[in-house]
Antibody
């Protein structure tokens, strides 16, 4: 059974960089069948796809966030990470990591999500 | 403003059949598979329907999906109280909006 677990600070100051890590167990981030994704959900609102990374290091980001997002992967630790720079209150959300079937909007395993609040 | 359009709310009584629509365009629903996710209160989304009409193992056959042109629908028959949740459609998008787009979500209330 694949399990994903997000970790990182729950509070980030405006203009700073949000950093989260997703630890994967029961499966390998080096699989060539999957992308590893980040999705967020502002309080009381819908889902927003942030971006994904492939085991080769290839990435694809939401055009609306592209200038501020970096997703990286560490195959030796079986984890992948998200950095979102210059955050504002609008970036307050529950952040989920998920396993995504390559080239599809097919997210079959999700982390439990972690709330990140942007506030001074 | 979501790329895929869903009604914000839907409702039904126990045992009833309800449908939730998802409208898109030629670059997403019109040319790619549609996926549906169920999000129970306080939990992560769960894959409910994949490739337009396929159910993952463990999803009851009360849930079904369909697609026609640039629109898709999720149908829930024999509505139960535990079906009260938010439902999201998603698709791959070949335009500059993508590559992954979600609907805004539909809150289903079981009366």
């Amino acid at each position: 059974q694949v399990q994903l677990q997000e970790s990182g600070p729950g509070l980030v100051k405006p203009s700073e960089t949000l950093s989260l890590t997703c630890n994967v167990s029961g499966g390998s981030v080096s699989s060539d069948s999957y992308y590893w994704s980040w999705i967020r959900q502002p309080p009381g609102r819908g889902l927003e796809w942030i971006g994904y990374i492939y085991y080769t290091g290839s990435t694809n980001y939401n055009p609306s966030l592209k200038s501020r997002v970096t997703i990286s992967i560490d195959t030796s630790k079986n984890q992948f990470s998200l950095k979102l720079s210059s955050v504002t209150a609008a970036d307050t959300a529950v952040y989920y990591c998920a396993r995504q079937l390559a080239a599809a909007a097919h997210f079959d395993y999700w982390g439990q999500g972690t709330l990140v609040t942007v506030s001074s | 403003q979501s790329v895929l359009t869903q009604p914000p709310s839907a409702s039904g009584t126990p045992g009833q059949r309800v449908t939730i629509s998802c409208s898109g365009s030629s670059s997403n629903i019109g040319s790619n598979y549609v996926y549906w996710y169920q999000q129970l209160p306080g939990t992560a989304p769960k894959l409910l329907i994949y490739r337009n009409n396929q159910r993952p193992s463990g999803v009851p056959d009360r849930f079904s999906g369909s697609k026609s042109g640039t629109s898709a629908s999720l149908a829930i028959s024999g509505l139960r109280s535990e079906d009260e949740a938010d439902y999201y459609c998603a698709a791959w998008d070949d335009s500059l909006s993508g590559p992954v787009v979600f609907g805004g979500g539909t809150k289903l209330t079981v009366l």
